[in-house]
């Protein structure tokens, strides 16, 4: 329990530092553009009702899920495939790295041709930013699986799927929720860029209406909702990867004892 507390007060002090920075910052402020916080948290609860999380919040914590999900599967599948085989490595690394480098906001309006302006679109967006990292960062993690490892499955005659599912992936487990960390945080971006392309709801479109409309305390509410929503996500990220991996982090913590 005190380990715990002790995590907690770690985690918040730094959150409560900053806000009291802000408060302290802006308590005077006259600027239109630049509201106290104190009158950003008083519109908070006004704007931000139960009725419009489910209309703007839900649809887009719904898309960077489906794209998310979408990149995940795609991006560990591939890169599972690409890393194993290393002709087909030397064939996709040149093009992967190619398209990796082209900005995925640039690709909206190429999208937006193909796919429309709906869902589908937004989910694109999300999907397409978001593989690279899974991909690249699988690709890395297969290839390094332990050759001691790997010749030991081999000998008793560990093949095909036996072999990817209990040598392979949990080798490579690691690398691959690094990949899935940083496609967080690119899928967040991506899920208010692809919003303010052509929708009707969501947390991007609704943050450009408050902007367009000059209610700039509601656009800094909206803003502050983002954030929170990217410090839930990574919340339980955190809780999944532990779970997952915890075999991995055990390891690490006996490993730092035995120095």
């Not at 937004?122 to 397409?128: D, E, N, P, S």
């Not at 990949?179 to 945080?185: E, F, K, P, Y």
């Not at 971006?189 to 209406?209: D, K, P």
């Amino acid at each position: 329990m005190r380990r715990f507390l002790l995590r907690l007060v770690f985690v918040l002090t730094l959150p409560v530092v900053l806000l009291a920075v802000w408060w302290a910052a802006s308590d005077s402020s006259t600027d239109v553009y630049w509201p106290p916080l104190r009158t950003i948290l008083k519109t908070f609860p006004d704007v931000w009702t139960a009725d419009r999380l489910r209309t703007d919040a839900l649809p887009s914590i719904l898309r960077l899920s489906a794209g998310y999900a979408t990149a995940a599967v795609a991006g560990v599948a591939l890169g599972t495939v690409i890393g194993s085989y290393r002709r087909v490595r030397a064939v996709c690394e040149p093009v992967l790295e190619f398209l990796r480098a082209v900005p995925p906001p640039v690709l909206v309006p190429v999208i937006m041709l193909f796919a429309g302006i709906g869902h589908t679109m937004k989910i694109l967006v999300i999907a397409i930013g978001c593989v690279w990292p899974i991909l690249l960062n699988t690709v890395e993690g297969v290839r390094a699986v332990d050759s001691v490892m790997a010749e030991t499955a081999r000998s008793y005659g560990v093949k095909g799927f036996a072999r990817l599912r209990h040598v392979v992936l949990p080798s490579a487990s690691p690398q691959i929720f690094a990949g899935l960390r940083q496609a967080l945080s690119i899928g967040i971006i991506l899920m208010v860029i692809s919003e303010m392309f052509a929708a009707s709801n969501g947390l991007g479109f609704t943050v450009v209406q408050f902007q367009r409309g000059f209610a700039i305390p509601d656009m800094w509410t909206g803003i502050l909702v983002l954030g929170l929503l990217g410090f839930l996500l990574s919340v339980v990220f955190q809780l999944v990867e532990r779970r997952v991996l915890g075999w991995y982090h055990g390891l690490r913590a006996t490993t730092r004892r035995s120095r």
